[in-house]
């Protein structure tokens, strides 16, 4: 019962709600922003990657929310938690060398932090000379381990075997040589590709261990009989 005049004075306060910002995986990155704001506040959330991981997007269950990062956000009204999603990044390991050369293994996608194993193996008539990368030689072992941190681009340097044969005169009053230089590495295959590009029959003669000269002229006398 009022016998009186009475004032009463009503006290309004925005509501407040709270925004919750998480990681799917402390180990792939971090998030800032969560906090505890008023109705219809702008909020930015920030996801921060650790090495080797890329912020993919914000999800709330199982929606995407948004790719975008930082998210600006208005509070709405309810609570709300929003996850960054991470990926662990992958790299290219790139190898190039010349094919008529040697072979390679080891090209290919990797994971960051990987450890992978490269091998170079030089065809007959070549050999391997190392590594490079960006044009330095990096190693000059067949087999190479790196880590992979970022895409890489390396390449196998193989060269050709040279040969140099060197014939001398025993007496040079009785007679001349020739035929010494420098010659590529040759096989078997060589040899009868080459007697075949002649129309020839291949006639080969193989010596081992050979030191006396006089042997070796008469063994090429008798050869050419």
């Known amino acids: 019962q009022i016998t009186e005049d ?7 306060g925005k509501l ?3 925004v919750r910002a998480k990681s799917c ?3 792939m990155g971090y998030v800032s ?3 505890t704001y008023e109705y219809n506040a702008s909020v930015h959330i920030t996801a921060t990657p650790n090495n080797g991981y890329t912020f993919l997007a914000w999800t709330r269950g199982t929606d995407t929310v948004s790719t975008e990062n930082p998210y600006k956000m208005i509070v709405t009204e309810t609570d709300t938690t929003l996850v960054a999603q991470f990926k662990l990044n992958s790299y290219t390991v790139t190898i190039q060398y010349d094919a008529a050369m040697g072979t390679v293994s080891g090209n290919g996608v990797y994971s960051y932090g990987d450890v992978v194993s490269l091998e170079a193996t030089p065809l007959n008539g070549y050999r391997f000379i190392g590594w490079e ?3 330095v030689i990096v190693s000059t072992d067949r087999s190479y381990t790196i880590g992979v941190y970022s895409s890489v681009v390396l390449k196998a340097v193989f060269e050709k075997i040279i040969c140099t044969i060197t014939v001398l005169s025993g007496d040079s009053t009785m007679g ?6 420098t010659y590529d590495y040759g096989t078997m295959d060589d040899i009868f590709r080459k007697a075949n590009e002649r129309g020839e029959e291949p006639f ?3 010596l ?3 030191e006396d000269p006089h042997n070796l002229g008469a063994i090429m006398r008798t050869a050419e009989c």
């Open 25 to 27: 995986d402390e180990t």
């Open 133 to 135: 990368k960006e044009g």
């Open 33 to 35: 922003g969560s906090g």
């Open 6 to 12: 009475v004032q009463y004075s009503a006290s309004f």
């Open 176 to 181: 001349t040589v020739s035929g010494g230089g």
């Open 16 to 18: 407040q709600y709270v």
């Open 204 to 206: 080969i003669i193989i």
């Open 208 to 210: 081992d261990g050979l």
